[in-house]
């Protein structure tokens, strides 16, 4: 059997109030990582700079909802 390495406890979402959360996978590259990689790596980073900007100008909330 497995042994268990740890345990990510599911977070209380009254903690973060009405603020809109991203969830982003952590993706880095080393020094000698491919150059196609880290082009790659850079789209990846800029998409998700521009997804997080699009969300915080505006849109729905929870308190628009209620």
Sequence with gaps: ????????????IEQFGLRKLYVVPLLFSGSDAPADYKEKLEKYWREVN???AIGSEGGANQADLS
Aim: without cysteine; hydrophobic residues 40%.
């Design 1 to 12: 059997m497995a042994e268990e390495l740890g345990k990510i406890e599911k977070l209380d």
């Design 50 to 52: 521009e997804q997080i």
